[in-house]
């Protein structure tokens, strides 16, 4: 299972490479479907154009550790077979991948589901401070923790 929060220079994993790393697990001929989910930096919202973006972390261990923790539960929740989890931390640019998720299930319910709650739960659960840079300033967001 492939769960981390890793800076974005430090290491190069894409969606394909989640994906491949799923289907090595054993009980893969268990699945019958892989969903995946690539978050990207949205460089257009509204009237406002996003130049950059950071993205940190007070506790990096801490926060790969809910990680993992949240994975854990929803894949007890959900009976699905796999999940692994991706998200950088860094310098960003419009267009670049942010987080990274893939779940394989033996259905798609089930396995649509987990994903789902891995993208949601994510994204208000652990402790992420992003900064936006745009035309008009820096937006600063907090979230989780």
Do not use: W
Not at 105 to 128: C, M, P, Q, S, W
Request: with cysteine; net charge negative; charged share 30%.
């Amino acid at each position: 299972m492939t769960i981390k929060i890793i800076e974005k220079t430090a290491e190069t994993i894409n969606i394909s490479d989640l994906i491949d790393s799923v289907k090595t697990n054993p009980r893969i001929i268990e699945c019958g479907a892989i969903f995946s989910f690539e978050g990207i930096v949205r460089g257009k919202k509204a009237d406002k154009n996003t130049t950059k973006m950071d993205l940190t972390t007070p506790d990096l261990k801490e926060t790969e550790n809910e990680l993992q923790d949240i994975v854990q539960d929803i894949q007890d929740k959900h009976g699905v077979v796999e999940i692994a989890v991706v998200h950088y931390i860094g310098k960003f640019s419009p267009g670049d991948p942010l987080f990274l998720a893939v779940v394989a299930g033996a259905h798609r319910h089930e396995t649509k589901a987990a994903l789902n709650d891995v993208i949601e739960r994510v994204k208000y659960e652990l402790d992420f401070k992003k900064e936006e840079h745009t035309d008009d300033g820096t937006n600063i967001i907090m979230s989780g923790g």
